[in-house]
């Protein structure tokens, strides 16, 4: 595709239910990142996969928060047992490159809404 | 870690006048320093990039300048215009990892 695209685009959930959310990447990019964004702040990092790979998942904020990337390509991000806080939008990003060899560009995608009730 | 300050949270300018955000980060080895442009209810949008080897970095209307020696950067907007109105992101990182943002400032062109 053409950018970055990510679905849903809002999700509404009760306290404690699993819900996935998906990340479909611009075609070769090799890195996908996932973001957190609060009202009103800057996205906050949560991993990152190069490849097939969680390269950096120091963001994640505790065990119930999974994300995977089998194939190299699409990357599902997965809540267990959501609580209120972890309303927020969602945001994926890729780059062209690894890290360090001059792609680092990442390149946002609408993000998914999600809220806990 | 690293840590992004980002002044000012708010600002209005005139169409045709120029905006100057700032921002200030921690981390020495933080190396690569974009800038993005968000609208509501879309995802940030880079507009333009700077990296450590470079002083500034101009792209028509829009120029970046960094200073590693104070570990600040900034966001120069000319000859503004009401659709650049938006929510302006800066961030750092080190070698395209560890990328951390700052709080946002919210810039109004009034027209």
């Known amino acids: 595709g053409a950018g970055v695209s990510q679905t849903p685009s809002n999700k509404v959930t009760e306290k404690g239910k699993y819900v996935e959310l998906r990340c479909d990447p611009i075609?070769?990019?090799?890195?996908l990142y996932w973001y957190r964004q609060s009202l009103g702040q800057g996205p906050e990092f949560l991993i990152y996969?190069?490849?097939?790979?969680?390269?950096?998942d120091s963001g994640l904020p505790n065990d119930r928060f999974f994300a995977v990337r089998p194939e190299g390509s699409v990357s599902t991000l997965k809540i267990q047992r959501t609580e209120r806080g972890d309303s927020a939008v969602y945001l994926c990003?890729?780059?062209?490159?690894?890290?360090?060899?001059?792609?680092?560009?990442?390149?946002f995608g609408p993000g998914t809404r999600l809220l806990v009730l | 870690g690293e840590n992004v300050e980002q002044h000012p949270s708010t600002l209005s300018v005139q169409e045709g006048d120029s905006a100057v955000i700032k921002c200030t980060y921690s981390?020495?080895?933080?190396?690569?320093f974009p800038w993005y442009k968000q609208e509501l209810g879309k995802g940030p949008q880079l507009i333009i990039d700077?990296?450590?080897?470079?002083g500034e970095k101009k792209d028509q209307r829009i120029a970046v300048t960094l200073n590693k020696t104070a570990k600040h950067f900034s966001l120069h907007i000319t000859e503004t215009q009401p659709e650049d109105s938006a929510v302006y992101f800066c961030?750092?990182?080190?070698?395209?990892?560890?990328?951390?943002f700052g709080p946002g400032t919210r810039l109004s062109v009034l027209p």
């Open positions: 990003a890729s780059s062209l490159n690894p890290p360090g060899s001059g792609g680092e560009t990442q390149y």
């Open positions: 075609s070769g990019h090799t890195a």
């Open positions: 996969f190069q490849g097939t790979g969680a390269a950096d």
């Open positions: 981390d020495s080895a933080s190396n690569y």
């Open positions: 700077i990296r450590s080897n470079v």
């Open positions: 961030a750092a990182s080190s070698y395209g990892q560890n990328f951390v």
